[in-house]
């Protein structure tokens, strides 16, 4: 046996070459033949080139074009991940598992969507949390710095915000001086039938010369900016502004396709007259509209009742009365208002 082996050991054959004549020249020849109605045939052929150099095998592989024909059409396909699908038997067994395989991949899907809807949720409480610890006494201290106070009233042909148009604006800055307010008829392109209550006729606004709502709209944006201090907020106060005056302008302003600019605040002076009236009970009058509070704290009328610019000068000293009565600050002002 030793003999043997060493007769063996010095035949001449090149190392490695008894891996090499078990590896070489193979290849490989896959058909399959589908019977769902047209002939379908795939031919897999790969090559493995085996050589010897230097006494070491180095591998070498060689990929050729996979061509399949199915009902005549000639595709080239060199994609593995196609390759295994067709290589895969369609049995019971593996349908089987291939819906099952579907089935935890749902699951895995719905446990997902359901984390990334508890993680969106979690986001929005925070936020929630971080805005309410924002808005403190001195969020609105400083928001008080920079605060623009405007007095406003509006005169309309009616009560209903769909149907009825503004037909007068009137606007007054408090910090008063130049071009501190704004007057302006609007003319509403149709009859005014509530001439008894303001005075204005359907003659004095159906005129050319009065301007419509969408042309007006942007001469109170620009006023408005003209009082504004850099980087403030403005506060719109008008009086029984949450009920009537608010909801007209912003209809006005949607029909006309504009928007409510995003830092103007709206206050209504008739709550805060009424808990005026609560607190100092039979000292003031039950009443809280403009003209009793008017009369109340004495302020003389400036011009016809229930005009815009008549009102906005009443409610302006009405304001200034209110506040000093319930030691309310500007910064209590809009931590009242709305939007």
């Known amino acids: 046996m030793k003999s043997i082996a060493m007769c063996f050991s010095l035949l001449p054959f090149p190392r490695c070459r008894i891996h090499s004549l078990a590896n070489c020249w193979r290849e490989s020849l896959y058909e ?84 990334v809807s508890i993680n969106a949720s979690t986001e929005v409480n925070t936020y929630n949390v971080e805005r309410a610890e924002v808005e403190t006494d001195q969020y609105y201290a400083d928001l008080a710095k920079l605060a623009t106070i405007l007095c406003f009233d509006i005169e309309t042909t009616g009560f209903s915000r769909e149907r009825d148009r503004i037909i007068e604006v009137a606007c007054q800055d408090l910090r008063g001086g130049e071009n501190s307010t704004l007057q302006s008829l609007v003319n509403p392109e149709r009859d005014v039938p509530n001439e008894q209550i303001h005075g204005i006729s359907t003659h004095m606004v159906n005129r050319y010369d009065i301007p419509r709502m969408k042309d007006f709209i942007p001469v109170l944006l620009q006023y408005v900016r003209s009082r504004q201090l850099p980087g403030g907020v403005v506060v719109l106060v008008s009086h029984n502004g949450k009920s009537f005056d608010v909801p007209f302008l912003k209809s006005e302003f949607s029909r006309c396709s504009y928007e409510i600019p995003p830092d103007w605040l709206f206050a209504d002076t ?18 809280v509209s403009l003209q009793a509070l008017r009369e109340h704290y004495c302020i003389p009328s400036i011009g016809p009742a229930h005009r815009a610019l008549s009102d906005v000068h009443s409610l302006a000293l009405v304001l200034q009365r209110l506040t000093y009565d319930l030691k309310l600050p500007v910064s209590g002002l809009i931590q009242a208002s709305f939007r």
């Not at 061509?67 to 290589?87: A, Q, R, V």
């Not at 598992?97 to 446990?111: F, P, Y």
């Not at 008739?270 to 009443?287: D, E, H």
């Open 32 to 115: 399959f033949r589908s019977s769902s109605g047209s002939s379908c045939s795939n031919k897999i052929l790969c090559s493995n080139n085996y050589e010897l150099e230097g006494g070491y095998s180095s591998k070498r592989w060689t990929r050729r074009t996979i061509n399949s024909k199915t009902g005549g059409n000639n595709e080239s396909l060199t994609s593995n991940k196609s390759i295994s699908h067709n290589i895969i038997p369609e049995t019971g067994n593996d349908s089987g598992k291939l819906e099952t395989t579907k089935a935890r991949r749902t699951r895995k899907l719905s446990i997902r969507n359901n984390v």
């Open 270 to 287: 008739l709550p805060l007259a009424r808990i005026v009236v609560k607190n100092k009970g039979s000292k003031v009058p039950s009443r």
